[in-house]
Structure formats: structure tokens, C-alpha cells
């Protein structure tokens, strides 16, 4: 435990210093409203830092085609300091890096898992696809 403890502002610090600023966005299940026909789905945005990677062929989590544009492969792995997150992020969320001027880049999460020490999340992993 006292290692974990240790290591979480560790791994903070080093994906503040060499990461990219992304948002991680959840949306809840939401509610139906019943005069409109509408279902109000609320959504929740959590400032992070990741550090990117591409990912080899070999760690691609899901069975769909390795896509590529422009020689550039759609698949990216991101990590995640655990401290930085108020939750454990999850399969029905979404990585965004803001552009200025420009939409957000946006990044499917499909996979998610932890590296841990102790029983306490250090960081996450998270695969990522477009």
C-alpha cells in the first residue's frame, strides 16, 4: 500500500509533464421526457493528461479491422495517471483532445485496464479507436 501511495504522484506527474490535455466524456443513461418524446442524455466531461501511443497490431483488443488513413493507423493506446480520475474510466465513454479553432478529435474507448500495485490502480490503459 505504501508503494502505491508513492507511485500515484509519480505516474501524475509524468503524464502532466509529457501527456496531451484530452477530456474524458460519460454520458449518463439520462432520463425520458414523456411531453417532448425526447431522452435528456447529460453528459460529464473529466480534464485529463494522457500519454499517447500507436498501438502495434498485436495489442488490438477487438476484432475490427485495423483501419488506416493517410498511412496512419486508427488505433491508439492512452495512459492515464489513476489519480487524475474520479472514476475508473469505461468502455461507454469517449476521449476527446480539444483543437482550437477546430472539433475536438474524438476517440472511442474499447478497452480499459489497470496496472496496479497492492490492490490500488497506479494507471489506466485505455485502447482507443476512431
Known sequence: MALAAALRPVVANLTSTFGRTAYIV???AGTFDTETGR???PTTREKVSVIISEAASSEQTTP??????GGLSQARNATIAAA??????TTEAILEFPSPGEAPEVWQIVGVSSVEEGGTAISYDLALRR
Do not use: C, G, K
Not at 84 to 89: A, E, G, I, Q, T
Open 26 to 28: 460519460h454520458r449518463s
Open 39 to 41: 431522452r435528456a442524455r
Open 64 to 69: 475490427v479491422p485495423r483501419s488506416t488513413i
Open 84 to 89: 487524475d480520475m474520479s472514476s475508473v474510466p
